[in-house]
């Protein structure tokens, strides 16, 4: 794999706002991790969001069941 680490780790060139970069650096951020946190971020948003879609159908069949039947074992809540 080009630009991988022994550790798993992939060297990048990245294009960031100049005024971002310095403000974190100002604050003592560490830029890597800062862009890693991120990245971890967005991954962990974009497959929440796929998962859902790719269970929309299944959600939708069970809130209309729960609609028309109410909800499995309704009958032993104790609230």
Known sequence: MKNAHA????RLN???PGALVEEAKALGLNLSRACESG???A???E???RWQAENCA???WY???VEADGLILAQYRQF
Do not use: H, W
């Open 47 to 49: 497959r929440a969001r």
């Open 14 to 16: 990245l294009t960031l």
């Open 58 to 60: 299944f959600f939708d």
């Open 39 to 41: 990245l971890e971020a």
């Open 7 to 10: 550790s798993g780790r992939q």
């Open 63 to 65: 809130n209309a069941k």
């Open 43 to 45: 991954v962990a948003a």
